[in-house]
């Protein structure tokens, strides 16, 4: 099957801060499959979200919050990928979830318009499921469209190869699915019915 993506710019957000984390090489191949169709893609990576609890006003201030603010201007698309922490998201992530209410104002706010495809990483299916729902529940509430979609994998036994390759050929083909119904979502016209 043949997915248009006109060329749309998605972007990644996530992982945990431990190197090589199976949500980051979840993340990273699901980037590369939207490549392949077509699609420009970006990539922030937890390492990138350290920042100050979130509050009104501290995003000026601060250099990694200001890169998540134009990065998410830029995309049309995104890829959220977190870890299951105690049934919810990674709290790195959540903060830096957060720091999109700097956009309430714009005319595009939050995430309003883009596809946003979920990916969670958990020590077992439940867990990975409870987080999915959760992560799910924020994208709309920023005014995401959450993917049909969404991705779980069960990181009790790798699914990835030392060099980062999928070696689960059915976690592979749902990283690629996603990627298909992120990057081949209609770009949404930039306005918003004020609420």
């Known amino acids: 099957?043949?997915?248009e993506t006109n060329g749309a710019n998605v972007l990644?957000?996530?992982?945990?801060?431990?190197?090589?984390?199976?949500?980051e090489l979840a993340l990273r191949h699901c980037l590369a499959a939207a490549e392949e169709l077509g699609a420009r893609t970006?990539?922030?990576?937890?390492?990138?979200?350290?920042?100050p609890m979130y509050q009104w006003g501290v995003a000026d201030g601060c250099a990694a919050a200001q890169e998540l603010l134009d990065a998410v201007?830029?995309?049309d698309h995104v890829v959220i990928s977190s870890p299951g922490y105690h049934g919810g998201m990674s709290g790195l992530l959540k903060n830096a979830l957060d720091y999109l209410q700097e956009l309430a104002e714009?005319?595009?706010?939050?995430?309003?318009?883009?596809?946003?495809?979920?990916?969670?990483?958990?020590?077992?299916?439940?867990?990975?499921?409870?987080?999915?729902?959760?992560?799910?529940d924020t994208i709309h509430a920023l005014r995401g469209w959450a993917t049909p979609l969404g991705v779980v994998v069960n990181s009790s036994v790798s699914p990835f190869a030392p060099d980062?390759?999928?070696?689960?050929?059915?976690?592979?083909?749902?990283?690629?699915?996603?990627?298909?119904?992120?990057?081949?979502?209609?770009v949404a016209a930039r306005r918003s019915i004020a609420v």
């Open 164 to 186: 980062g390759s999928v070696i689960d050929p059915g976690l592979d083909a749902k990283l690629r699915l996603l990627a298909e119904q992120v990057a081949g979502f209609p």
């Open 12 to 23: 990644g957000i996530g992982g945990t801060l431990s190197p090589r984390s199976t949500s």
């Open 42 to 51: 970006r990539m922030i990576t937890a390492a990138q979200l350290e920042m």
């Open 1 to 3: 099957m043949s997915i």
């Open 73 to 75: 201007r830029w995309a």
């Open 106 to 136: 714009e005319s595009s706010p939050y995430l309003d318009g883009k596809a946003v495809g979920c990916i969670v990483t958990a020590a077992g299916w439940q867990a990975g499921a409870t987080v999915l729902g959760s992560l799910r």
